[in-house]
């Protein structure tokens, strides 16, 4: 997208000449390909899932002009927090699909929201976003009836304050669209992946681990003064 990056955001490094399209593309190649090496010395399971990263990474790429491209983002999250269950046994297990579900919506739903940020977007597109959002959180409160711990069910306060951040910003940003509040909300939206995480963390292992995911909201927002998120 750096044509379109050169006409909607000629700062950004690329488009501004900083950095060269084909040291772009060596660059992010050989991180692509490290992170193939690393996974194969992890176990074969973990390099398929890798396998299905890299490919969703490309197809992303290849359609992101298309309808497919938000699934396919989805997809990228998806696996992405299944390659970080080293623990499993087996490859795609029921339990692990749950979570994976929920993050595969929020994804999507949260690409089709930031589709066109810079133009605008139209309510329609952006309301349809904001549900699938919403959506994606209230599944969360779901976890407790599909096998796993009820121990860990104070998650669903975290959830329930989710959702109700998650329906105020698209539902105001949807009657006033703007370029500037949209990507503002994307920024939102994005780092309300950490939080997702750290409910399914405390889900599957309590207060404790999810407070160690929520933790990195805090150089997630120091980076976001200098590293454009959306």
């Not at 692509?32 to 996974?39: R, S």
């Not at 010395?41 to 899932?49: E, G, I, N, R």
């Not at 407790?144 to 940003?173: C, D, K, P, S």
């Not at 994005?190 to 681990?209: E, H, K, Q, R, Y």
Request: charged letters at 10%; proline letters at 6%; a positive charge.
């Amino acid at each position: 997208d750096a044509d379109q990056d050169a006409a909607e955001r000629p700062h950004r490094p690329i488009p501004s000449g900083r950095i060269a399209r084909p040291t772009a593309l060596r660059v992010s190649g050989f991180l692509l390909a490290c992170g193939m090496v690393l996974t194969a010395t992890v176990s074969a399971q973990a390099l398929l899932v890798a396998t299905t990263i890299f490919s969703s990474v490309i197809f992303y790429n290849l359609l992101k002009q298309t309808q497919l491209a938000p699934p396919m983002m989805g997809l990228c999250r998806a696996f992405n927090l299944l390659l970080g269950m080293y623990g499993l046994e087996t490859l795609l297990p029921l339990p692990a699909t749950r979570p994976m579900g929920v993050m595969f919506l929020y994804v999507t739903s949260l690409t089709i929201f930031a589709r066109k940020e810079a133009q605008g977007g139209s309510w329609t597109r952006l309301l349809l976003g904001t549900a699938g959002i919403s959506a994606a959180v209230l599944g969360l409160w779901g976890f407790r009836w599909y096998g796993y711990n009820a121990r860990y069910g104070e998650y669903r306060y975290v959830a329930t304050v989710m959702l109700a951040a998650a329906l105020y910003v698209g539902i105001a940003v949807s009657l006033r669209p703007s370029p500037q509040r949209i990507q503002l909300a994307v920024k939102s939206y994005v780092m309300g992946i950490i939080l997702l995480d750290a409910c399914i963390a405390w889900v599957s292992a309590g207060p404790l681990a999810a407070l160690g995911v929520a933790a990195l909201l805090i150089p997630c927002i120091l980076l976001a003064r200098f590293l454009r998120v959306t």
